[in-house]
């Protein structure tokens, strides 16, 4: 469902970050709606990701229940695999639950 | 008490930041309630926090007489030996009481 | 488009900030209009930039349907084949589009 | 006066940060008061500051005529040979008179 | 012990606004020290405040235990008696206490 | 010592607002430095006040001894005396001393 | 020098403000510059400023000793005889000589 | 080109505010960009104003000639014409032309 | 035009800020006032600069057409040749024109 | 003049910080006042600066004619020829004068 464009630029080391301050899911155990913020931050090789696309990919987590590691994890994993940046990193940060509000942070450098 | 669920990418170092600013306790000599802010940082291994079980572990303290050391160190505790992360670190800043305010800063990372 | 002048200050190392938060640019893919900030830093060698013609130059792009990777690296690609400057950076900073917003940063330092 | 309880915790190196904005002294020079903000920071060894005892402490100078560069130096030296901590760190800062205003820094760090 | 001078402008209505932020007594139920904000607003008659013998005024009160309410209006009453203003107000902002914080406001207009 | 200059618009209600930062005169019971800002705010009549000899003639107090309350209400009466002026008032902010700071509000709208 | 254009709107009250940070004249007592921020609020009846003329209409003043209550009152004035507004205010906000900051407010609400 | 549709509540006063930051026209004078923030407040009466269709209508004038105080009361005339609301005001807020700022305000309140 | 006066301290190496935010020039190209923000940062040798010769210096540029670029080195060669300092640093922050603003940063550090 | 008073630890290595905004003294071209605000920050060896004798000595510099840099260095000698601190600096920020504002720094660690 994520869509890529060629990087024209690709001999060339750049970033590109993309901050998301509409993402919801909903919590896998009270099925209440959770809200955060994505901000991704990423060096691309042969591909850019083409943003509209990426709105309609994280649309699909509207209805599903997750947690937040997860949420996180898998997105990370979508986009490396779509992708296939040189760098990449994702911080999710979400609003209080409970009194209680929870931020994670992925980095990816490359591993497998 | 604290539950705890697999961690479903081990293979990789990410972090989760925790914000609660809604800890309270009892002092145990005035018998008078403390509140604080916990900020929690931890780099998960096989395990992550399930967040509600956190909530209600934390309010076990609700009632209970405790120096503010004593419950940042102890909840260290609990956390490393429960989720047995890669690293953990805790922050709990106090409220005022007679003038005075105190934040305990506790770091762990893997000693026995 | 871009005129150049001639650096009266070539032996010395020096360096000119410059700030465009009027650019705007159509979308490729919804024909609708974009709009950002340009931040440019670069050190001249034997020519600066002529402030009107950059902004008559960045007026073209008015009308055109570029994505913001390819507009950030070819207003780059430009500006370094027409100044040929020691170093350039550019940041493109870009309004919320669909609840998402991008910046693009990219750093010439003297590669072909 | 000061008193003290064991750390429960000597097998980890851990940061207790205390602020006290409610200090007063009287001057010994022209015998009117001064008043400015303590912060403690220590990391505790076999022991920990009980804070009642602290603001008890802290009151005994409420009429003392003492020297700012004293009162600092004095403390410093009260708490280090009652708690004997890893390290210590104490900042006074005094509010102005005669439209001076001064603040001592006093770091230990385990000198004799 | 407040000294006051004479205003040299009686007939003209202007005021005087003095603010405290140094002031300080004792809890009579704890024997604790006590600490707030003074401010005054008053408009003269006949005298107007000695700023220094104001200072010693409330200076007197360093270890005097009396509550707070007791404190705004008995230093109204001592100004009302030694000025007769034409007009005098007094809030007293005292800082935390159990959590708590605290501030009384007196205003005088021309009552017996 | 005070300048003025026909105000060419004196058919016109119009008002001039001044602020001196760097007033500064003795304190005539302690010989002290008093160090405050004055705001004055005008309406003119058929004159307005010369900036320069404002300067100079506010110098005059530097090491003069005098009342906070003296100096607001004669440099009222001096401006009044020298200007005519359609109505006048004056805010003199003075700095801390002895922990007290203190502001006079003279406001001149025609009375004799 | 001022140009106006037809306002296409004359039977609807409404304003136009125009912020000018940019004013700069000469003392015409010492040949120094003089720095002032010009606010402008008018209603227009039949005619509008053009904006351009209004700026070569201030740049007049760049090389001219004219105090400020001079100045203000002489735009106003000028503004007053070409556009006729319903109504019109202008602040004038200089920045400080000698340490004295003056600000000249003129409001025109159809004298003549 | 502006699309209406039906206000379910006419029984009721209530406001719509709507803010566009992207406003963009072109200089009639000097052919230049011009870019401006314009402000929405209007009560609907039997519609309301569909928001895409807003978008589009202020697209229009992305390549079009026309002076600031023509665009506010321009696009007040149409979106009365086609509204028909109860009451409406824009604010538009241009940034710096040659370093002056200009902001344009219409209220309409059913005039004819 | 620019004076010097003798560095009484040449044996200290000390640094001198001077913030000048009244700085106008005239665009060349357009006969414009452009005006700006000087920061100048020095560590004198044998000579300081007097500063209201520094004054009379910059206003020299109130009328002359001249390039940002050509202003900021200018100026520095100018002090480099009068004053001969052991560094000094020039910034200039010029107000936006066409909606771009430009900085200029020159270090001067010992070359020829 | 400057009173020192002996350091009780002299074995410990710690900073004194004095900040006094009321300095004031005057130009030595045109006689007018100068004011600015004084940070000191040394390290005591044997001895302490005594904060009355220093607000008395810079009282000294109210009526005198003296440069920015010649105050700065000199109390810096004055200061370390009497204390003989183990570090010594002085930070001098002075108000703007004709639209210009100037700040010296000495630093001062063991030079003769």
Redesign the interface.
Known sequence: MLEI?E???P??D?????????FTSVCP??GQPDFGTLTFLYV?DKW?I???S??MYLQQFRNQGI????I??RIVDDLVNTLHPRRLKLTAAFT?????????????TG?K
């Open positions: 464009f990087n024209s630029f001999h060339r750049y970033s590109i970050e993309i901050v998301c301050p509409e155990k009270t691309p850019c083409e943003l509209k990426l709105k947690f937040y590691e997860d996180t994890n209080p639950r409970g009194g209680i509000s929870t931020t994670v942070n992925v980095e990816w591993e």
